[in-house]
């Protein structure tokens, strides 16, 4: 047994804020979470927790701020290099840059140099799970799920399916190979340590009615799976798809149609969704994932944060379209895009986002997202005076939320001094 007290503020919330009391906030000035074998064993007040261990080693952050271990719901692992890539929208995008660095990924040691890379720099920005698209290659499957393994981390991925003449020759599969490599992926990492396979068509526009089809039969067979896509991100992107897909009532119905469309369900971007769409969302009980960094960037357009109303909501970076490996940028972008649609997020709502809402979108509250006796040990320790600016602004804060927001709104990676991954720090000095 391997047991540690980590000391510190802690801050962690049991549920959405906007639904919860004060009840469901927890914040400990001076804090303590003990960890026992990778979990969370017990949290409260360090002079308690002290008391009661006194012979534990501990890892004492001071005046810093614990919180759950950052959730990036929805990414591209594969496109790392070619983040901020200059003038393109959407389309033009994924042909520009995208699709030229996916090829790349044919090479296992090239793919296995940037899941480790990508891993480490999610992990300096206090990002302790992700789910990444990976490329139509299932090498690249592997070197992510293994840069994971190697890591302790828990990590969300599945092989980006393309058979549709609209992607390039170089990275397309077939409908048989997509279900075939996609399944022998599954068999090989879901539920391997603290890994899980998702199923993973790139969005209708690049797959043949076939291969829709292939995957939809993959999910009835592996339900417990979850299924991820895109939808309704750009206004060009959704009448391409309408037309390739005439008999289509909608986006959705691409989906629907052919067996992909449940609660295990995450769908990316989701900006232009029509009423049909986001009432047949709502009745299956899907999720979606709001990528604000990409929306802004690409220019795709202002996710609509009413919908949490209906459906559950997570949080993502969508690198490479998005701007930054940062869940803290990430949480800026929302908040400036719900400020545009006349709503402020609360810091309280914006922390909510990147742990426990993405968690809950991905299925794995309970598991992560929350600094809570039985969760698993990831932990980010923000430092809130990381720069001059944010210091200054910090300074004068009345409560933890004013004193986060400054760390929220202008922090990076230079906020995160420590991240644990099941109870390990990854950061060396
Ligand atoms: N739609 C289909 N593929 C992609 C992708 O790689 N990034 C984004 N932002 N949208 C997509
Ligand atoms: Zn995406």
Known sequence: MTERLILGQTLSLDADPRLTGPEAVHHERHGAVLIRDGRIAEVGPAPELRARHPALPVDDHGAALIVPGFVDAHAHYPQTAIIASWGKRLIDWLNTYTFPEEARFSDPAYAREVAGRYLDLLLVNGTTTVCSYCTIHPASVDAIFEAAEARGMRVLAGKTCMDRETAPPFLRDTAQSAYDDSLALLRRWHGRGRLSYVITPRFSPTSTVAQLDALGSLWAEHPDCLMQTHISEQTD??????????????YLD?????????????????????????????????????????????????????????????????????????????????YEVAQLRGTALHPSELLWLATGASA???GLQGHIGRIAPGCEADLTVLDLASTPAIAQATERAGDIWEALFPTIMMGDDRAVTQTYVAGKPMKTA
Not at 237 to 250: H, Q, T, V
Not at 310 to 316: D, I, P, S, W, Y
């Open 360 to 362: 809950e979108a991905l």
């Open 237 to 250: 992107e959704i009448a391409w798809a309408k037309s390739l897909y005439p008999e289509a009532r909608d």
């Open 254 to 334: 691409t989906y629907e149609t052919y067996g992909l469309l449940g609660r295990n369900g995450l769908y990316g971007h989701a900006i232009h969704l029509e009423p049909r769409e986001i009432d047949r969302l709502a009745e299956v009980g899907a999720a979606l994932v709001h990528c604000p960094t990409s929306n802004t960037f690409i220019g795709s357009g202002l996710f609509d944060m009413g919908l949490r109303a209906r459906l559950r909501v997570g949080l993502a970076t969508d690198t490479g379209g998005g701007s930054s490996f940062s869940m803290l940028r990430t949480m800026a972008a929302a």
